[in-house]
C-alpha cells in the first residue's frame, strides 16, 4: 500500500471523528437549550399539606393538576384553597388539609362528622355540637384529635345539693349520686347519712340530701321534785288543808347523750344520773272533821242562825258579788263540800267560796245576810264571788246578784 493512500486514509479517519464531534456538541448544546428553556417555564409555588409547607416548581395549570402530580388524592370533604379549579400562577399559595371522620358520643346519642380541622373543638363546631363549661368533653376541646377520632361530650344539668341543711343548685354530669359526691369532694363522716341511695341515680332536678349527724354528751344539774304525802286529819274540819312540812327541792345530775341533725337536736338520752342532794317531801293534813249544823251559833257546832246582826267590829273587810242558791237546785246533792246536810238544816246559813279566797270553814259575816259559815263550794265561784245558801228558790230569785260586803271571822 501506497504511502500516498494511507496519508489519505488517515485524513479521512480524522475528518469522520471531528464531524462525530461536532454533531455530539451540537446535540448536547440543543439539549442543553431546551432543557433550560423548558425549566424557565416553570411556576414557583407554595404547597401546604396538612400543616407542613414546600416550594415547588410545575408546569401544571390548575391547583387539581399540580395536587394529582403530587399524587394527592383530593376528596369531598377535603379542604382545598384556592379550588382546584384555580389557575397556577407564580408565588400562589395552595393549602391542602385531609378530611377525616370523627365519632361523636352525646350522652346516649351517636353521630359522626367529616372535618379537616385538628383539635376536638373543630370537630365539634363543624357538628354543630355546642357545649358549655359544665359539660365533661373527652379529649379536652383543645387536644389534637386522636387515631381513633373519637369524642364522647356528657352534658351537664342542674340537681340541687343539701349539706347539713344548706341548699344550693349544682351542674353535674355524674349519673349516680356516688360518684356526684366523689366528684364534688363531699365527704360523709362515720354517723352522717344521705335520705336516698348512694348508687341511686340522677337526674335532671334530683336532689341529693346529705344529713350531718353529730353526737355530743353534756352534764347538766337539775333539780329534782319533792314528793307530796297527805295524812288525814280528824282534828281539821273537812276540806281545810294544812301542812305540816314544807316540800324541798333536790338535786340530780345527768349525763345527757344528745343527738343533732344538721345543728338541731332530734334526741336525748340520759347516760348516767347521780342524785347530789335528795329532796325533802311536802307533808299537808287534810281535814276529815264534819262539820255539824246547828240551829243557832250560840250551840255547839260552826252553823250559824239567820239572825241579820250588825257587821263585827273586827275581821277582815272587802267586798264580793253574792248570788244565792237552795239545797234543791239543778245538780245539787243537798250535802255541802263540808258535809252539812242543807236539806235536813234548810234554816243554816252557809256560803259558798274560792278556797283559795277563803278558807273553807271560815266564820263570816255578810252585808244583808248576817254571820255565816263558808261550808260549800262551787264549779263557777271563783275568786271574789260567794254563794248564799237560802230555803227556797222565790228567795233565791228575789236575792238575784249584788255587791255586798263581808268580813272574815274566824
Known amino acids: ?92 399559595s395552595i393549602r391542602w388539609e385531609q378530611s377525616k371522620q370523627v365519632a361523636i358520643q352525646v350522652d346516649q346519642e351517636s353521630t359522626s362528622v367529616w372535618t379537616t380541622g385538628s383539635t376536638v373543638a373543630d ?37 340541687t345539693l343539701s349539706d347539713g341543711g344548706a341548699q344550693k343548685k349544682v351542674w353535674s354530669t355524674s349519673t349516680t349520686v356516688a360518684d356526684f359526691l366523689k366528684r364534688e369532694n363531699i365527704q360523709l363522716n362515720a354517723d352522717d347519712r344521705l335520705n336516698g341511695k348512694a348508687d341511686g341515680y340522677l337526674k335532671p332536678g334530683s336532689v341529693v340530701e346529705v344529713v350531718r349527724v353529730e353526737k355530743v354528751t353534756d352534764v347538766v344539774e337539775e333539780p329534782a321534785n319533792f314528793a307530796v304525802e297527805t295524812r288525814s286529819d280528824p282534828s281539821l274540819l273537812k276540806g281545810r288543808e294544812k301542812v305540816v312540812q314544807e316540800g324541798k327541792k333536790g338535786t ?26 335528795e329532796p325533802q317531801k311536802k307533808i299537808v293534813a287534810v281535814g276529815s272533821k264534819l262539820m255539824v249544823a246547828s240551829a243557832s251559833s250560840k250551840k255547839s257546832g260552826v252553823g250559824v242562825s239567820r239572825s241579820n246582826s250588825n257587821a263585827p267590829s273586827g275581821g277582815k273587810e272587802f267586798y264580793v258579788t253574792a248570788t244565792a242558791y237552795t239545797a234543791y237546785c239543778n245538780g245539787c246533792s243537798g250535802v255541802t263540800k ?59 230569785y228575789k236575792f238575784g246578784r249584788r255587791q255586798v260586803k263581808m268580813k272574815i271571822i274566824d
Open 252 to 277: 340530780v345530775s345527768r349525763e345527757f347523750e344528745i343527738v343533732k341533725e344538721n345543728g338541731k337536736e332530734v334526741s336525748r338520752k340520759v347516760l348516767v344520773e347521780k342524785v347530789i342532794a
Open 338 to 396: 263540808t258535809g252539812i246536810n242543807l236539806r235536813s238544816n234548810p234554816d243554816l246559813k252557809v256560803i259558798a267560796v274560792d278556797p283559795s279566797v277563803i278558807p273553807l270553814g271560815s266564820k263570816v259575816w255578810v252585808e244583808g245576810y248576817g254571820y255565816a259559815v263558808a261550808g260549800d263550794t262551787g264549779g263557777a265561784i271563783k275568786g271574789m264571788k260567794i254563794d248564799l245558801h237560802v230555803p227556797t228558790k222565790n228567795e233565791a
Open 123 to 159: 370537630a365539634l363546631a363543624e357538628a354543630d355540637i355546642v357545649v358549655t363549661e359544665n359539660d365533661n368533653v373527652s379529649p379536652g376541646l383543645q387536644e389534637r384529635l386522636a387515631k381513633d377520632n373519637k369524642i364522647t361530650v356528657q352534658k351537664a344539668f342542674e340537681i
Open 1 to 92: 500500500m501506497s504511502k500516498w493512500f494511507m496519508e489519505n486514509l488517515f485524513f479521512q479517519s480524522l475528518r469522520s471523528k471531528q464531524i462525530a464531534v461536532t454533531v455530539v456538541s451540537l446535540t448536547l448544546f440543543v439539549a442543553i437549550t431546551t432543557l433550560v428553556l423548558y425549566e424557565g417555564t416553570q411556576k414557583s409555588v407554595t404547597l401546604q399539606v396538612n400543616g407542613e409547607e414546600q416550594e415547588i416548581k410545575t408546569h401544571a395549570h390548575t391547583v387539581g393538576t399540580l395536587l394529582s402530580d403530587q399524587d394527592i388524592e383530593v376528596t369531598e370533604h377535603d379542604l382545598v384553597t384556592p379550588s382546584v379549579n384555580t389557575s397556577i400562577e407564580d408565588g400562589l
